[in-house]
């Protein structure tokens, strides 16, 4: 098991930036792939970006590519979610996940929430002026 912090959102004006953090403690000694959601009211949890264990490999929903950047250091078990031009549909909660890794040597990227097994307990995001 493995426990999530996310930590940095707030308001922002449109066009602006912010920078989330996703804190791990537990088993950070295994191998982790991490990735971020978002959920907006009235819709389902939604696939923001992700990065493999090593951080050498990125995938990112086309919603939110050239905008945002995933990052991690691993040293200090820390996931960030560097965002870019924000718009009002960026608003939403977000929430950083892990999924364990068996085969170090596969990378992969799924997007669905169910192949992640932790989750942090969200941060509000919300884009307006």
């Known amino acids: 098991q493995v426990q999530l912090v996310e930590s940095g959102g707030g308001l922002v004006q449109p066009g602006g930036s912010l920078r989330l953090s996703c804190v791990a403690s537990g088993r950070t000694f295994s191998n982790y792939a991490m990735a971020w959601f978002r959920q907006a009211p009235g819709k389902e949890r939604e696939f923001v970006g992700s990065i493999n264990w090593s951080g050498s490999s990125t995938y990112y929903a086309e919603a939110v590519k050239g905008r945002f950047t995933i990052s991690r250091v691993n040293p200090e078990n820390t996931v960030f979610l560097q965002m870019n031009s924000l718009k009002s549909e960026d608003t939403a909660v977000y929430y950083c996940?892990?999924?364990?890794?068996?085969?170090?040597?596969?990378?992969?990227?799924?997007?669905?929430?169910?192949?992640?097994?932790?989750w942090g307990q969200g941060t509000q995001v919300t884009v307006s002026s």
């Open positions: 996940a892990a999924r364990e890794v068996i085969d170090a040597t596969i990378v992969r990227h799924p997007t669905r929430p169910r192949d992640f097994g932790s």
